[in-house]
């Protein structure tokens, strides 16, 4: 097995001596590495690609670790960024159609064409069709319909929307 020997200032690692155990290497270090002094290296069966010494353990670093520590910003994901070293995160707008992240400002903007938008107001005009006989044939047969109205506004809200987005009225 190999193990990895790394330089606690600067946690790289300066060797990788061939060894049968972990153990073995842990009771004889120097015979595998003569340089070995236990306080200016740390040794793992695991190489990091990215380590850290936490309270004397060496480990992987995080994603946030690596977003603040390394300034690893394109690990952000749609909806986050850094303030006062910390990363903040924005949920999306429901309402948006196609939720577009606009990482200079951080905050979340329409990202649908006018295309798209017209498609799509079409698609909810045949929902709105489809749910309003619906309506119809459950109050014919006596059956509550508070959710298919509850639809139906969710339909009209969403159109309205997507219609104010190109100055459509």
């Given at each position: 097995m190999i193990i990895c020997i790394y330089d606690i200032k600067n946690l790289q690692v300066v060797a990788r001596?061939?060894?049968?155990?972990?153990?073995?290497?842990?009771?004889?270090?120097?015979?595998?590495?003569?340089?070995?002094?236990?306080?200016?290296?740390?040794?793992?069966?695991?190489?990091?690609?990215?380590?850290?010494?936490d309270s004397g353990v060496i480990r992987e670093k995080t994603r946030e670790e690596l977003i603040l520590l390394d300034n690893q910003i394109e690990l952000l994901q749609d909806g986050e960024y850094i303030e006062n070293n910390r990363i903040t995160r924005i949920e999306?707008?429901?309402?948006?159609?196609?939720?577009?992240?606009?990482?200079?400002?951080?905050?979340?903007?329409?990202?649908?064409?006018?295309?798209?938008?017209?498609?799509?107001?079409?698609?909810?005009?045949?929902?709105?069709?489809?749910?309003?006989?619906?309506?119809?044939?459950?109050?014919?047969?006596?059956?509550?319909?508070l959710d298919i109205e509850n639809k139906m506004a969710e339909n009209i809200i969403q159109r309205n929307y997507l219609l104010t987005i190109w100055g459509e009225h």
């Open positions: 001596p061939i060894v049968n155990s972990y153990g073995e290497f842990k009771a004889e270090p120097i015979r595998y590495y003569p340089e070995w002094n236990i306080n200016y290296h740390i040794s793992t069966e695991v190489e990091f690609q990215n380590p850290i010494l999306a707008p429901s309402y948006l159609f196609k939720k577009l992240w606009n990482k200079e400002i951080n905050v979340w903007e329409e990202g649908a064409t006018q295309e798209e938008t017209n498609l799509e107001v079409n698609r909810l005009i045949d929902e709105f069709t489809i749910l309003g006989e619906q309506k119809e044939r459950w109050i014919k047969y006596g059956f509550d319909v």
